[in-house]
């Protein structure tokens, strides 16, 4: 049996607009809330959330157990964010069975090369070969994993800084990088806006780096937790929308709950 077939890989191939939900709660009940909601995939976030493998490898479990609401009740692809685009950091989040991933602050081509080489077994790539113990690989049940895996990976980077935005049209043109995701607090941070993601000038590098990334071919990516920018995104044609998170979605019910009532 091959690897698992990419759903979200496919889907992008196929020049699909996704939705999701970033998982930043650190937590499996959380995970299986948002995985029965309707999206099309929830990123476990590892950068700015309290998680580690353990809490990822719950949270994938959760994801992959829970039909969603769409009409096919398929489960919901998951997706890592690392920390940091370091190899042995993904091959870890690839043991334990993820096979699409968000990588940020990634700022040049060589870069970009190196996080499409971690993802791959040689001879394409260095993804160290411990498979037949893994969750990957159903552990073993999927006898021909190695040879199909790393046609299943979905790789997208982050690119977040002035340095990023420079090195966009290389970046875009590295073989195995499926998509490109703008993160807007950290590059309206880095364009002087620290916290301000809609200063005009902000929004104008956007607008740009999404044209460009839509120029390649590739998909685009980008955090819109506030609905009216993730409208905007998806009429712009983006194709991997982050609109929710489970801590936003929690704190504004809550708030509002509470002061409702309160008066
Ligand atoms: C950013 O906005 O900087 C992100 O990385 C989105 O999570
Ligand atoms: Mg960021």
Same mark, same amino acid.
């Not at 990419?6 to 650190?26: E, F, M, P, S, Y």
């Not at 552990?139 to 990023?164: K, M």
């Given at each position: 049996?091959?690897?698992?077939?990419?759903? %979200? !890989? $496919?889907? @992008?191939?196929? #020049?699909? /607009?996704?939705?999701?939900?970033?998982? &930043?709660?650190?937590?499996?009940? +959380? *995970?299986?809330?948002?995985?029965?909601?309707?999206?099309?995939?929830?990123?476990?976030?590892?950068?700015?959330?309290?998680?580690?493998?353990?809490?990822?490898?719950?949270?994938?479990?959760?994801?992959?157990?829970?039909?969603?609401?769409?009409?096919?009740?398929?489960?919901?692809?998951?997706?890592?964010?690392?920390?940091?685009?370091?190899?042995?950091? %993904? !091959? $870890?989040? @690839?043991?334990? #069975?993820? /096979?699409?991933?968000?990588?940020?602050? &990634?700022?040049?081509?060589?870069? +970009? *090369?190196?996080?499409?080489?971690?993802?791959?077994?040689?001879?394409?790539?260095?993804?160290?070969?411990?498979?037949?113990?893994?969750?990957?690989?159903?552990?073993?049940?999927?006898?021909?994993?190695?040879?199909?895996?790393?046609?299943?990976?979905?790789?997208?980077?982050?690119?977040?800084?002035?340095?990023?935005?420079?090195?966009?049209?290389?970046? %875009?043109?590295?073989?195995?990088?499926? #998509?490109?995701?703008?993160?807007?607090?950290?590059?309206?941070?880095?364009?002087?806006?620290?916290?301000?993601?809609?200063?005009?000038?902000?929004?104008?590098?956007?607008?740009?780096?999404?044209?460009?990334?839509?120029?390649?071919?590739?998909?685009?990516?980008?955090?819109?937790?506030?609905?009216?920018?993730?409208?905007?995104?998806?009429?712009?044609?983006?194709?991997?929308?982050?609109?929710?998170?489970?801590?936003?979605?929690?704190?504004?019910? %809550?708030?509002?709950?509470?002061?409702?009532?309160?008066?």
């Amino acid at each position: 049996m091959p690897a698992p077939v990419n759903r %979200l !890989k $496919q889907a @992008l191939a196929d #020049g699909k /607009q996704t939705i999701g939900c970033w998982l &930043v709660l650190g937590d499996s009940y +959380a *995970a299986e809330i948002a995985a029965s909601a309707g999206f099309d995939w929830c990123v476990i976030d590892n950068e700015h959330a309290p998680n580690d493998l353990r809490s990822t490898l719950a949270q994938l479990q959760a994801l992959s157990q829970t039909p969603n609401q769409t009409p096919n009740q398929t489960s919901v692809s998951a997706v890592v964010r690392p920390p940091i685009g370091e190899t042995h950091i %993904l !091959k $870890q989040f @690839l043991d334990i #069975g993820c /096979q699409s991933f968000v990588v940020p602050m &990634v700022e040049n081509a060589a870069q +970009a *090369a190196e996080l499409v080489r971690a993802t791959r077994y040689p001879p394409d790539g260095v993804r160290g070969v411990g498979a037949s113990t893994a969750r990957a690989s159903n552990f073993n049940a999927h006898a021909d994993y190695l040879h199909t895996a790393n046609d299943q990976i979905c790789l997208f980077v982050q690119v977040e800084s002035r340095v990023g935005l420079a090195a966009l049209p290389d970046i %875009l043109a590295v073989d195995g990088v499926d #998509g490109v995701f703008i993160g807007p607090s950290d590059l309206s941070a880095a364009l002087g806006h620290l916290g301000n993601p809609h200063a005009p000038a902000v929004v104008t590098a956007i607008d740009g780096a999404l044209d460009a990334i839509a120029a390649s071919g590739k998909a685009s990516g980008i955090f819109a937790v506030d609905p009216v920018d993730a409208e905007r995104y998806l009429a712009r044609g983006v194709s991997f929308v982050a609109v929710a998170s489970d801590i936003n979605s929690m704190t504004t019910a %809550l708030r509002q709950t509470a002061s409702r009532f309160r008066q």
